[in-house]
């Protein structure tokens, strides 16, 4: 394999462990949001809220097995999350259920950025199964942008 090619399948590998982090901690911070909703939309948002948390969770185990399938290590400790996403924490249980629909709306888009930004290092490194993932992980995350963003307006 070329230099190029070299350098091409190093940013496709570090971007799929940034991508399995921010898919980590969305699913924990979603999670926290349905255990910790209150107020008239309860109901609504505490399943909505778990449907998208299982949505996010089924994709984690793909992303770290297309990192193996790449012949490189995954993330490995919630410290190795902590140091790669972009999702940051929120530990207020108290939040509205406007501010948490918000910061999952803000977080999706952020994925949905990472996501499109993923697939020209993809593209590079010449692996097609990937490239074709991350066009499906993208339509989920912007569906999930749309439902959380249809809810506040």
């Given at each position: 394999m070329s230099t190029s090619g070299d350098n091409s399948k190093a940013a496709l590998i570090d971007g799929l462990n940034g991508l399995l982090a921010d898919h980590l901690a969305l699913y924990f911070k979603?999670?926290?949001?349905?255990?910790?909703?209150?107020?008239?939309?309860?109901?609504?948002?505490?399943?909505?809220?778990?449907?998208?948390?299982?949505?996010?969770?089924?994709?984690?185990?793909?992303?770290?097995?297309?990192?193996?399938?790449?012949?490189?290590?995954?993330?490995?400790?919630?410290?190795?999350v902590a140091a790669k996403t972009q999702i940051k924490d929120q530990d207020d249980t108290t939040l509205s259920a406007e501010k948490m629909?918000?910061?999952?709306?803000?977080?999706?888009?952020?994925?949905?950025?990472?996501?499109?930004?993923?697939?020209?290092?993809?593209?590079?490194?010449?692996?097609?199964?990937?490239?074709?993932?991350?066009?499906d992980w993208t339509d989920m995350a912007e569906e999930r942008v749309w439902f959380l963003s249809s809810t506040i307006q």
């Open positions: 979603t999670k926290n949001f349905h255990w910790h909703v209150k107020g008239p939309r309860f109901r609504d948002l505490h399943l909505l809220f778990d449907e998208q948390a299982i949505e996010i969770r089924d994709q984690i185990d793909d992303i770290g097995e297309r990192v193996r399938k790449n012949g490189a290590d995954t993330l490995t400790s919630i410290a190795s629909v918000e910061e999952l709306r803000d977080d999706n888009r952020k994925m949905v950025g990472a996501l499109k930004a993923l697939k020209k290092h993809a593209e590079a490194a010449g692996d097609n199964a990937t490239d074709g993932l991350l066009d």
